[in-house]
């Protein structure tokens, strides 16, 4: 059953009598993950503009300052309490889109070895950047804007993709 997962997520393929090798990813396949990804983000930050109640904004702007705290930590940024706090952001906006299909979607197209690598290579620039996104999405929420909320958050995972697959090159 877990093989069948990862093949469904095309982490590994499985070969009639042979069994199940680590699948390779292309550079297209990558990019075609991060467009996805930055579509259906967009539009999970539309719906919760709409969907969104004040305990949401709180735990928004919690996750924004833990993220500061962890971007100026010291001697360096703390990685792992920026990862743990960037996925706590997006899952409290997909929680406030309240859609079971969205949320089962985008769960197969966010691969978490792309996002913390992508993230490992931030610089202390670029992670502020993300994060300042982040402070713009929850501003547009705030404000019920959903189409400014979606438009952020597309730049915010196009963003992400830039800097992967500029460290890629």
Known sequence: EALRRLAAEYFVVIRPNQGAVVAVWKRQDIEDLFHMRALLEGMAA????????DDCLIQLEQCVERIDKAVNAM???????????????HRTILDAADSPRLSATLASLIAPAIVARTA????????????????????????????????????????????YFSKQD
């Open 46 to 53: 539309a719906r919760a503009a709409s969907r969104r109640n």
């Open 75 to 89: 001697p360096e940024p703390d990685i792992a309490a920026f990862l743990a706090e960037n996925t706590a952001f």
């Open 120 to 163: 490992e290579h931030y610089s202390q620039a670029d992670l502020r950047r993300s994060n300042e996104h982040h402070r713009e999405v929850v501003e547009a929420l705030r404000n019920r804007d959903a189409q400014l909320a979606d438009s952020i958050m597309q730049v915010h995972i196009r963003a992400a993709a830039n800097s």
